[in-house]
C-alpha cells in the first residue's frame, strides 16, 4: 500500500488535488483538518479559524508536535485500498511520525503563492476559513510555527498550483506515474 501525505499552506489547492486524483485513482482519504474540527466540538467550541486553531494548538501541547499525525494513523492503517491521501499535513514532527509509521510514504507538496492563496481562501469561505487579510496572515504566521516550511521542503515531490485545474491534473497524473501508483 502506498500512502501520500499531502502538504502545503491553507488555500495552495490541496482539496482541489483530492477532487482531481478522484478522477485518476481510487483510494482512502484522510484529512487531518476533520480530526481537529471534531476535536473542537468535542471541546464544546464553536467551528471558527480563531477556535481551529487554538485546538490544534492545544493537541500540539498536550500530545507533542505530531499529535494530528497520531491522531489519523489508525485511520491509514485501517485502509484496505492500494492508496491512501493525507491531507494537511502541517509540520515536521507529522512527517518524521507518518515516516516511522508507515512504510511507502510519499510526501508531496503543493505550493501557491500568497496572493493566489489568500484569493482562494477569500472565495471558497468554508466555516473554519479567514475573512480578512489580517486574519490570513496570522493564519500562516500560526502554520509556520508548527514546522510547515521546514517539512515542505523535504517533499518528495512539490506540484507549483498556480494555473489552471487542467495543469494541475496534468502535474498530478505525471506524479503518479512517476511513482507508480
Known amino acids: 500500500m502506498k500512502t501520500i501525505a499531502l502538504i502545503g499552506m491553507p488555500g495552495s489547492g490541496k482539496d482541489v488535488a483530492i477532487h482531481l486524483l478522484k478522477e485518476l485513482i481510487d483510494f482512502d482519504y484522510i484529512r487531518m483538518g476533520d480530526i481537529v474540527i471534531e476535536e473542537t466540538k468535542n471541546r464544546g467550541l464553536e467551528i471558527s479559524d480563531k477556535n481551529v486553531g487554538a485546538t490544534a494548538n492545544a493537541l500540539r501541547r498536550e500530545m507533542g508536535m505530531d499529535a494530528i499525525a497520531k491522531l489519523c494513523l489508525e485511520k491509514v492503517l485501517a485502509s484496505k485500498k492500494e492508496t491512501s491521501i493525507i491531507n494537511g499535513t502541517r509540520g515536521l514532527e507529522e512527517i518524521k511520525y507518518f515516516k516511522n509509521h508507515i512504510e511507502d510514504l510519499i510526501v ?25 487579510e489580517d486574519e490570513f496572515k496570522k493564519r500562516d504566521e500560526r502554520e509556520l510555527k508548527w514546522g ?32 507508480k501508483i
Open 108 to 132: 508531496l507538496g503543493i505550493h501557491s503563492s500568497p496572493k493566489t492563496r489568500y484569493k482562494r481562501l477569500i472565495k471558497r469561505k468554508r466555516e473554519d476559513d479567514i475573512q480578512t
Open 148 to 179: 510547515i516550511a521546514e517539512a515542505f521542503v523535504l517533499s518528495d515531490e512539490i506540484i507549483q498550483n498556480q494555473g489552471t485545474l487542467d495543469e494541475l491534473k496534468k502535474d498530478l497524473s505525471l506524479f503518479l506515474k512517476k511513482y
